[in-house]
């Protein structure tokens, strides 16, 4: 990896990077759409590939279930396989300890899964994680670690975060000893759930390892906890991660968490909501969420965003033909996923220009007040950019909401 900070914020934490990998330069910070089972649904890799997205994520854990090892060995790795030319990032199988845990049984040795597909006991060991990700040959991947709720609380936080450095000290061994450090790239997860003090001491023992690193990831998130913690946990990674690594948000993906993220000092985030959310007929938009489900876009028939690039915005397909098909006709989802993959890229591309014009306080101003219009702000993230010098309240009287504060369109009216 060549990684390189060419531009950052006067104001915030941001910052816009080259990094360089295998399969070509992706620029930071971005969105990485999530490729679960080596796909985005719905879409081919030449379609997501010119969309401009150029960094994508699969999961270890499900590719090693099926097609399997010796698939994915016969077909030249994974990028291959999906045909897929850019980057590419492999988790490490470490989230499915929380999203299939009653599949799992964890030991100091490693994670004992049973198959969901077949019930087949499979365990799952740092040594193993890293394995399956040199065959897997992505650009980047992740070491295995000891995930917990982010609602957990107790001894077995500190248990997890502690097994979690003793389980990336095995993994940068493994790595070291592969031969495969020049194409592919470690990085270590940060783990401590909610406790400041526990995040601090991981954070101090990944940071003696940063020489088998190649980048650091903030995990154990996005689980429920409130939005108010969320962005102190983050804050505290930032401020303590070095300057010269990537760094990385697990499971990020509404667009206001993003741009909090980004102004906090995150390089990279990923998750499945984009995707998702256009399979169930919402479109993502600089206005906010449409719910295209809702009868009051039965007769709408401008195109979701008029301004947008991509194929469905540009070709002209209306909120009402979208209405008349979504949840019905695969080609919605298909159509909506375009559009809310292109959303994802705007916000971030935007984020990136900004920060290289010396505007981005002045982006993050203009964003969420075309975002969330006069509905209000959310509380969380008026804090939380206050934190690194912007008052998005300042000569504004906009309401301040508290909890998530999400904006999503519920109803016709």
Known sequence: MEFEVIAK????????????????????????????????KGLTAEQVESLGVSLILNNTYHLNLRPGLEVLKAAGGAHKFQGWKRNLLTDSGGFQLVSLSKFTTITEEGALFASPFTGEPT??????????QHIIGADIIMQLDDVVSSLTTGPRVREAMERSVRWLDRCIDYHEHSGKKDTQ??????????????????LDEMIKRREGVA??????????????????????????????????????????????????????????????????????THRGPLNL????????????????PCPTCSDGTSRAFLHHIVTHETAAAHAITLHNITFQAQVMGRARSAILNG???????????????????PEWCVNALRSVGVDLLENKQVPVIPGPGAKWEYANS
Request: hydrophobic share 40%; aromatic share 10%.
């Open 215 to 284: 980048g650091f990831a903030i995990g154990g998130l996005s689980g429920g906890e409130e939005k108010d913690v969320f962005w102190r946990i983050i804050k505290c990674c930032t401020d303590k991660l070095p300057e010269d690594r990537p760094r990385y948000s697990m499971g990020i993906g509404f667009a206001e968490d993003l741009l909090v993220c980004v102004a906090l000092g995150v390089d990279m985030a990923d998750c499945v909501f984009p995707t998702r959310t256009a399979r169930f007929g919402v479109a993502l």
């Open 185 to 202: 790239n470690l990085f270590a997860i940060i783990q401590g759930g909610l406790d400041l003090e526990l995040r601090d001491q991981c």
């Open 123 to 132: 365990m799952l060991t740092p040594e193993e994680s890293i394995a399956i």
């Open 9 to 40: 914020c006067h104001t915030t934490k941001a910052r816009i990077s080259r990094m360089k990998l295998a399969h070509g330069t992706t620029m930071l910070p971005t969105f990485m759409p999530v490729a679960t089972q080596a796909a985005i």
């Open 293 to 308: 489900k809702l009868s009051k876009h039965a007769k709408d028939f401008k195109p979701i965003d008029d301004t947008c």
């Open 359 to 377: 505007t981005f306080p002045d982006y993050l101003q203009s964003f969420f007040a075309e975002y969330f219009g006069d509905t209000g702000y």
